[in-house]
């Protein structure tokens, strides 16, 4: 009974931490499905790779194989950078909100005091401040920091994204996925020309 009655009394509270349940689902939901992507392009290369070294590279059929494969691989990871941009959209949407729904519960006092930055990091955060007209200033999709944050969203939202950091999880997972299908294509393209070359007698064919 005196746990409950710890509880914060705004009603905004618990709509804020069923919004913490839901988005942190929501992350394993985008996590879950950012494996299975890598696992079914882990079997496909496994399998080109089989085909590889099963053919020898004796004849075109091999390299029509490995561009059609490349092709329904593309596709795949095409849908996987769409999924991805989804599930991106949506989790810094209900991030943003919850970092201005902390502000508002300041008035609870249910927050811990973040520490203070180090002086190096105050001393780079100064030279990096915003004039008042910052807003009109920056560019695009930049959004300045504010001035009070006391909850983990709003800390995160200030010390990591305020300044537009191209560098995050979505943009490694973006990353992972382009060398996913830059390897495809690369992959095509060697054996296409692998097998030109041997059908040429430029080159022996290839032994294992």
Known sequence: MAQQDAQPSD???????????????????????????????????????????????????????FAAISVLALLLNITWLRLNARYRRLVRLRIEYMTQLETEL???????????????????????????????????????PLTHRPGIFAAE??????????????????????IFMVAYVLATLGVGVATYLISTHVISRVAF
């Open 106 to 144: 300041n008035a609870e006092a249910i927050f811990a005091q973040f520490p203070g930055r180090s002086g190096k990091q105050a001393k780079k955060q100064q030279v990096q401040a915003l004039p008042a007209d910052a807003p009109e200033q920056m560019a695009p999709g930049i959004t300045p």
């Open 11 to 65: 009603p905004r509270f618990q709509y804020y931490l069923t919004l913490i349940e839901d988005t942190t689902k929501l992350s394993d939901r985008r996590q879950t499905a950012n494996d299975l992507f890598v696992g079914l392009n882990v079997v496909i290369f496994t399998g080109m790779g089989v085909l590889f070294y099963g053919s020898h590279l004796r004849s075109w059929w091999v390299t029509g194989v």
């Open 157 to 178: 939202y200030e010390r990591l994204y305020y300044q537009g950091s191209q560098v995050g999880f979505s943009t490694l997972e973006r990353t992972l996925i382009l």
